[in-house]
């Protein structure tokens, strides 16, 4: 399919219905249950203008999966590791997220070949924070051990999971998250300082 900003306004907007169909249904059912018919009905599309830009709902699915996935990556991996920049990641994360959290509700309940939404989501956060921790590391100067760097890219994806539910739960407001999340990378830094230059035990001996 074409880039979206590509497309003319009339097709951006055909496009935009077939999202919008696609999660409201999705809000409803399983997605099993979800045939395009049911996603041309909801849409007010026929199945013909579907097929223009899917092959079937599994590559909708997969394509809005990576819509919001990419552009919540985007927004944590843009601002330089400052505490300026830390401080404009957690308001445009919050605004990204608040701004989306209809999808991501619906997109929470999304299982492609057996894998849930969050565990991508999950997995692909895991990766970034080690490619933040990789440039860190090389910046710094000092060294890592590679368990060390997997043992804080796994933690930090789970924590910034965890302010997705916040956030998306309107659990606490932005101010104090955004005070929460400056002592919490002040700790994160001391705790990655501590373990980066621990060796890893041998394993047990049979």
């Known amino acids: ?6 497309l003319s306004p009339t097709r951006q907007r055909t496009l935009a219905a077939i999202h919008t169909a696609f999660y409201e249904l999705l809000r409803k059912m399983p997605f099993e249950k979800i045939t395009i018919r049911n996603i041309c009905d909801e849409a007010k599309v026929s199945k013909f203008t579907f097929y223009n830009y899917y092959c079937d709902k599994y590559e909708l699915a997969e394509a809005l999966e990576e819509e919001f996935i990419g552009g919540l990556c985007d927004i944590i991996e843009g601002p330089e590791l400052s505490e300026a ?3 404009l990641r957690s308001k445009n994360v919050w605004n990204y997220i608040t701004d989306h959290a209809e999808e991501y509700r619906a997109l929470t309940t999304l299982t492609l070949n057996g ?7 999950l997995e ?5 924070t080690q490619k933040q921790i990789a440039d860190g590391v090389q910046r710094s ?6 368990e060390a760097a997997l043992f804080f890219s796994h933690m930090m994806a789970a924590n910034q999971i965890a ?11 932005r101010k104090t998250l955004a005070q929460y999340q400056r002592e919490a990378a002040i700790q994160n830094a001391q705790l990655l300082d501590k373990i980066r230059n621990i060796r890893p035990l041998p394993p047990p001996e049979k």
Do not use: H
Request: with cysteine; proline share 3%.
């Open 1 to 6: 399919m074409e880039e979206k900003e590509n």
């Open 85 to 87: 920049g830390n401080s």
């Open 115 to 121: 894998v849930n939404f969050n565990q991508y989501l």
């Open 124 to 128: 692909r956060l895991q990766k970034l």
């Open 141 to 146: 100067g000092k060294p890592c051990t590679r």
């Open 163 to 173: 302010e997705l539910e916040i956030i998306v739960g309107g659990l606490i407001s």
